[in-house]
Structure formats: C-alpha cells, structure tokens
C-alpha cells in the first residue's frame, strides 16, 4: 500500500511562505503529525488539519521577506517616478487630457456595468431561507415540446404538507384583480391570497405590525407604496379597507401590517397580502380539493434542501391522482421543484409562474461589458499612440537614467508606474463619471434604483483590479518601446523614436474602424424607430377607445349611453380585446393538433377596429346563426397550409366549427411580440368584458372623456378602466426612445475618443515637423502643398479604414437590429453611408484645424526651434 | 531583567527543551507541552516561538538524523544555552521571592477589603 501524502496544495503553500532555512524542519513535523493524524482519524479530517496548521503557520517571524518588502528600499525611486510624472501630465496638458477623458470615460461605463451586474446578481439573496424554499412546478407536453409551468394543482400543497415531516412550512399563492375601497376612493389593486407562512418564507420583514396577524381572516397586510398611496406618512394599523372582489360580494379587512421598504432586487413581491381562506368568500365556487384547477404558486419550505430528492420520489402518485382527474390534453409529465435561490435566472423558462425573470438583465450585462470593453479599447489605444509618439520627448532622459545605471527592467518599470499614476486619474473621474451620470441616467431612463452605493466593499476590489489591468494592458507596449533603445545610440542622437511606428497606425485605424460601427448601428437604431412609430398595427388604432366592463349589465348600460353620442361610430362587445387580453385553444385537426390564441367578440368588432379582411365574411349580427363559425388570420391558414381556407372544419373543445373568413395579420401586441396564429369566434354576450368604439375622427380624445364622464355616472363606486387603442402597447415606444439614446451615448464616446486619438496624433505629428512646414512656407507653400503634405501620412489609413468600417459596420448594425427586433425596417445602405458621412466630417474636421495652425503660423518662429 | 523578555510561552517552551535533553525537537516538544497544558497547540505558535528565542541567543539547534516517519526530513534539535538557563534560573527565582511575600499581601488586601 502506498503511504498516506500530506495534501499537496498546503505543502505548495508552505514552501512559498516559508524561510528555505526553516522548510526542511517544520515541513518534516509537519508531516510527522499528519502521519499520527491519520492512524487516529480519517484521511479527509487529517488533511484539513494539515491545512489548517499550515495556515497557522503564517506567523512573521517564520515567513520570508516577500517582494514587496524587498521593494522598499526602491521607495525614493517610485517617489521620483510620481514627482516625474505628475510634471510630465502637467507639462502636457492636451496629451494628459485625451488620456484621462479618454480613459475615465471607458471606466465609468465599466464601473457602471460592474453596479448593474451587482444588482442583477444580488436579486432575491436577501431572502434567509432561499436555499430552503422551492416553487412546485410540473412538465408537461404542449404541442409536442415540454414545457415548464410554474402552477400547481389545488390539492398538491395540502397533501405534501400532511405528508411529509420534512417540510416545515408550505404556502399557495393565488393573485385576484380586486378593487379597494378606502373613503370616497376606489381603486383596481391586484390581491394576493396566501398562507400565513409566506412571511415566514420569505424575508420581507414588517415596518408596522406583526406577521402572524396574517392567520385571521380579516387582517391585510400592505406593501410600503401601498401604504403610502392609501394612507401617506401616517400609521395605517388598526385602518380598514373594503375589499370588493365582485359585484355585491365584498369584505372589510383591517390593516394589521406596513412591510417594510422591498429590496431593491427582487423577483416576488406583493401589494396586498390576506388569508389564502378568504378566497371562500371571494369566490363561491372555489374548490379548494380540485385537481382539474389551479393556483398560481405553491411554495415549500424544507428543513435540508438534500430533503428535495426524496420528496420527488413520493410525487408520482400525485402526478396519477393529477392525469386521472384532467382530460387527455392536459396531462402533466412529471412535478418538480425550482429553489428560490435561482428562481430569478429560471424564471425565464417556467410559464405562467409568479416570479420576474432577469433573463434580459444577464443580456445587458454582456452587452454592457462588451461595450465596456470596445470602449476601454479605443481609450488604451490613445493612451498608447500617444506614448510611442512622445517618447522623443524623453529620450535624453531615458538615455541620462540608463547612463546612471537604470536597467531596461528599471526603465520598464518607471514608465508602468507613471501609467498608474494616470489610470488612477482616470479612475477617480471615472467613478465620478458613474456616480454622478452615467448611473442616475441610466435609472431615470428605466425609473427604477439600483442601490448603488460607494462604500460596497465589492467595489473596491473590482476598482484596484481595474486599475491594475488598465494600467497594465495600456502601458506594457509603451514603457517595453521605450526602454529597448541602447543608450549610445540616444545620447548620439541616431534614434528616431514614434516617427515611423507602424503601430500607431494599426491602432488608430482600428479606432476609426470601431466608430464607423458604432455610428452605424446608432444611426440604424434611429431609423428604426422611426419606422417602427409609423408601422402599420395592422388596424385602425388612431379612431379607436376601449373600457373593461365587469360583466354584461355594465355593458349593456354603458354601450347604451355611449350610443347616444354624435362621435361614436360603431361599438363593439367582446370577451377578449387586441392588445389587452386572449386566450389560448388548441385546433384538433384529423392530423395535428395546433395551439393558437383565441379572441371571442361580437359582429361588429371587426368594423370598429378595422381589420381588414381578406376572404370569406365577417360574423353575421344573428345571434346563434354563426356560433359554430370561425374567423382565422393568414399565419394560422399559413401554418396549417390551407389552400382554400373558407370552409375548412375542425374540432375545439369538442365542439366542430367551420371557418367562415380569413383577416390580415395585424399586430395583437407590441413590435417585440411575433404575431402568433390566432382565431375568433363570436362572444357570448354574458361573457362580455370590453365595450371598444370607434369615433369620428379627429374626436377620440372628446370621446375617450365621454366615455369616462358616463362610466362615473353609472359606476362612482368602480375605478375606471380604459384608455385609447394608441396606448395600448404602454410604454413600448418609450422604450424604444431609450435603446436609440443609449446607442447614441455609446456612439458619441466612440467618435469622441477616436476624434481625440485622431487631433492627439496629427497635433504631434505637425509639432515633429515645425521646421519642415517652416522651411516649406519660406519656400513659397501655399495652401495646397501644405495641405497635402499635413493629410499625406494619414489619407491612406482614412481610406483603408474606411473600407473596412463600412461593411462590419452595416454587417453588425444589420444582425444587431434582426437580433433586437422581430419586425424591422428593410435594412438599407443608407444608414452606413450616412455614418461614413459623419466619420469623413470629423476626419476633415480634425485635420483642418491643424492645417489652419500651420497655415497661421509664423515661419520664422518655427525655424528658431531648438 | 528587563533584556531578557521572555513571554510566558516562551518560558513553557524553553523549560520544556531543558527538559526534553536529546529528545526536543518540535513534534516532541509540542506533545510534551500539549499533554502538561491538556490543550492542543499549533505547530505555528511552537516553531515561532523556538525561532524567536533562538534568535535571542535561549536555544542552540542541530540537525538530528532523518527518519522515515518524517517523510526523509532530518530533525532539528534543540537545546538551551547558558544565557538561556540563566534567564530560567532567574524567573524562577523572581518567582519564588513573589510566592514568599504573598502570605503578607493577602493578609494586608484582607485588611482594605
């Protein structure tokens, strides 16, 4: 058998720290202990202890002198180093400037995606019990794909909670649109019926009030906004609210709780928390042991997360009870169990589940790295143009230090620390940049706080990092540059430094390259929007209004007043409305079965938005003639590859229907929404939840406040519900607004930080030259002849640059925008040539300037140089 | 007295490599002050403060021979000096002069309290 080794890592550590002179002592009792150790416990328990000892073992008067403490000695020479380069940025003051501008505003952008991905990463870890508390979901096969739902079967908390020993706490959450009553104000609020171990579950601790009052059926607890929106500042406990969950059914509660103030990162909350038993009262025909239903969400809490397993096991007599109760289409697959810890990354993927998900987040993330990244890029890129062209200015001192015994590695390291002393400029603008700007614009722009706060601890270790790398990355080429050259050959004056360093021009191209990009996909952006704010919805949306109704009295009462204004056109019933509300059947056809979304109106919807249609006809005004009738969109005809869709039949929910008519394709929801294969057929008029008219046009507006006026008339006691067709899609095209800004921020950078590259070089460049232009000028150059001569190092680069930023830059823009947006404009040329357009501008900008300098000035002066 | 300084631990150390002879080297040293304490000690703390009294001139240190339990690695042996059995010898005394005045001491605390 081969004998028992002390663990290798500790023994790596050990040799690193040690004194050599001591390492063959103590490694040897090291390993005498540890031999004794293992014949008394196991092997895994004596090589922690190893470990542990060794750790132990960092004491001072045992460990080496590490490097750095050899360093200190260098302390009068890093001294000098600062003094030199503090003068240098103030002796240089426009080179300093693109440099720290430059690369304070690549950290800012950094430092603003490091708080960004904080937030992200920080959602829901606040909660204590995250690694104990899971969500029930189950699989299930909808149209031949498993899918993940995050709804639960009635029956199942109950019964696992009964079962199992192992879990401590179980709560269901069911969410109710309700309105509340408070004084003379009503208002829509979405009621959350739950357990009252949700708030042992879940870490949400109570500003006012205690917890547990949640088990009495007439207590509420409020969220904070909610508390201020009812009751402002003041104390609400012991207030009450009417809750009206329907007509003639409501219920006051008294207010026993205020949480406190949500964390910023979350993906469950509430507004209104009250017993899960109160949805007896809310809703007559709750079935609490009905399997062919279900709730929202059903949460458990185990005692040891390892608990999870063995309750899995034990499911598949609930998944039996489950399939034998559903029909045929609906049978699940199996049940599972999501941990609240990673819920929010999950979220994603679970349909019809509670929680947000945070998917989109970890996209911004990437993209604002990468950004990041592109950004840091250019700004290196300037820092190192510039170094290479005015290490000329050096040179004697360069060859003055080496005379007097600097090595190449001293010289290295001179000009590495004299880039930490910029970057460290940079960062504390940089900082200063995020904290002042780039982070609060972000939040406004989004109206939502993202907590972040300067004393994090985290950030101070991402901060050194980042100043390490930067200076590291942005100064390694440099300082090696500089410090190869012999130093006979400097103080001889044969070196021609940075004239003719091809890298300068590799690195500004790539930066011209970069902003021919940037510029683009902004430019495109913006022609998106444009397009996409003019964009057909397939209807008309600019005539239209709707309002949500209760049910079928409050239509017949509101449609009948409605009907009596000049304005009103057509008005329409229907259960579910474009834009708001649908829901989904599936199409059983004798060889397939199809999900789709289903609308259910009346006659005369189609009239009143406007769809127009394509084959067929519209629903007759009979009532009961066309109730086995359907009218379909072109995708649906499309995907089920009808030839002669008029007078297909199929079967839905064991009933037949025939398709009497097909309407175009029009947008149900937003642009970001792939319109989906959908169906309608007539409403039944007790079903009714929407009136929707049609005005005049030109007067929806005096309509829309018709509409509200007779809707307070009838119902003071219900908050109104409506709004105009418009602005149905909510905050979409704001959005939009927001992608195209964001673009336009990160372009700006971009071309700002090239342009600046750009005037840095060509301004060294004209400087280098001063006796070349001089004595050109006194020889009778005239406009012309200098400018050529200025633009001559560089036309080609422009060129070349050019021809290669257009194309990746249409290339990026053209996947960035399919990628972005399901419906897009037709992807032109005309956004790149508009962004070469720009690019030239500022090329022509930069260099004229320069040429204007040379043209101005005094050519005798130039000749006295030196 | 005051050149001296030697910690409390440090005493316990260099008493126990006085009376260890041949047999004081570190493993051993920290069995024999692990099992007297009924405490368990890091090797650390040991080495660290065998090196310190070392460096003040308490302890002397060979090499010993190398053995198969310890991996081929030789021991360190260590061994008091004589400035080292000095200082010992003159704790033990300041210590046996304070035991003597102490009947006095408690019986004056006795008196205040």
Known sequence: MKPVQPPRWPLKFLRFFLKPEYLEEIEGDMEEIFLENTTRYSVRKANRMYAWEAIKLLRLSLIKNLAFLNQLKHVGMFRNYFKVSIRGLMKNPLSSFINIIGLSFAIGIFVFAYAFARWTFSTDQFHEHKYEVFLVTFTANRDGAEQLFGRTPRPVGELLKAEFPQIRNMCRVEDRRVIMKHADHVFHERMRFTDPSFLE????????????????????ILSEPMAQKYFGEENPIGQSLRVIFSKDNSKEFKITGVAKEFPKALTIRFDFLINFENLRTADLDYKYDDWTAFVNATFIQVRQPSDIPLISQAMEKYKALQNEA???????????FEPLATLHERSEYI??????SSRDNYLSIMFLVGISIFLLALATFNYINIAI???????????????IGATRNTVTVQFLAENVVITFFALFVGVIFAYTFFIPGFEKLWSFNMDFNLLDPQLWIFLPLLLVMTSVVSGIYPSLYISKFQVVNILKGSVMFGKRNPLTKVLLGFQLVMACIFITTSIMFSQNNKYLSNRSWGYNKADALFAKVPDQAAYEQLSALMGQEPNVLSIAGSRDHVGKSHSTTVVHLPQREYEVDHLAIDANYFATLEIPLKAGRTFNDHEGSDRQAVIVNELLVKNLGWTDPVGQQFRMDSMSYEVIGVVKDFHNYSFSTVVAPTLFTLADKKDFRYVTLKARAGTELDTYRALEANWDKLF??????????????????????????????FASIAVTLATLGLYGMVRLNIEGRTKEFSIRKVMGAGLQNLTSSVTKPYAILFAITLVIGAPLGFAFGKWIIEFTYPYHMPITVSGVSLAVAIVILALAATVSTQIIKVLKANPVEGLKVE | MKKTKLGEFEELVLLTVAAL????????????????????LSVGSIQSALKRMEDKGFLTSRFGEATQ?????????????????????????????????????????????
């Open chain 1, 201 to 220: 579950m879940f870490t949400f601790p109570l500003k006012w009030g205690t917890a547990t009052t949640l088990t009495d059926l007439n207590s509420i």
């Open chain 1, 326 to 336: 559903v029909k045929e289409d609906w049978a699940i697959s199996s049940f599972g």
């Open chain 1, 351 to 356: 349909r019809d589940d509670i929680s947000r």
């Open chain 1, 389 to 403: 062209v005015t290490a000329t200015r050096r040179l004697k001192e360069i060859g003055v230090r080496k005379c």
């Open chain 1, 716 to 745: 003071p006691e219900v908050p109104f519900d409506g709004s105009l067709q418009e602005d149905v899609w909510g905050i979409y095209f704001e959005q939009l607004g927001i992608y195209k800004l964001v673009w336009t921020v």
């Open chain 2, 21 to 40: 002879q041949q047999d004081a080297y570190g493993v051993e040293i920290k069995r024999e002050l692990e099992s007297r304490l009924k405490d368990t």
């Open chain 2, 69 to 113: 339990k310890r991996g081929g690695k030789r021991k360190r042996i260590y061994a008091t000096t004589s400035h080292g059995r000095n200082v010992l010898e003159e704790m033990k005394n300041l210590r046996a002069g304070l035991w003597n005045a102490i009947p006095n001491l408690a019986y004056e605390l006795k008196v205040l309290g």
